[in-house]
């Protein structure tokens, strides 16, 4: 069994920044590719990046790219979100998720543990 907790979620204004952090509880996690993903009220939940189990290997959505970094400390067992320029959109529940299989995937169906979520909120 794996357990993920997310927290660093919280109200910050258009612009600002903030930091997510996934705290796992398995010891493989250093052999794990790691994701996060949100979902808005009304919304499917959506992809939001990915690292490999190194760390060597990143992907981003779009809608996040050059705003967003998502990093990972094995030594930890944790994996970090950093948020810079945050929008109004970008306001939802953040969640980090464990995947099972190889590669670097965007699909939530690839991904077999999740957290509970951080709430994000980014006013305007």
């Known amino acids: 069994q794996v357990q993920l907790v997310e927290f660093g979620g919280g109200l910050v204004q258009a612009g600002g920044s903030l930091r997510l952090s996934c705290a796992a509880s398995?010891?493989?996690?250093?052999?794990?590719?790691m994701g996060w993903f949100r979902q808005a009220p009304g919304k499917e939940r959506e992809f939001v990046a990915a690292?490999?189990?190194?760390?060597?290997?990143?992907v981003y959505a779009d809608s996040v790219k050059n705003r967003f970094t998502i990093s990972r400390d094995n030594a930890k067992n944790t994996v970090y979100l950093q948020m810079n320029s945050l929008r109004p959109d970008d306001t939802a529940l953040y969640y980090c998720?464990?995947?099972?299989?190889?590669?670097?995937?965007?699909?939530?169906?690839?991904?077999?543990?999740w957290g509970q979520g951080t709430q994000v909120t980014v006013s305007s």
């Open positions: 998720a464990k995947s099972g299989f190889p590669g670097l995937q965007i699909s939530t169906k690839y991904y077999d543990y």
């Open positions: 690292i490999n189990w190194s760390g060597g290997s990143t």
């Open positions: 398995t010891r493989t996690f250093s052999g794990n590719n």
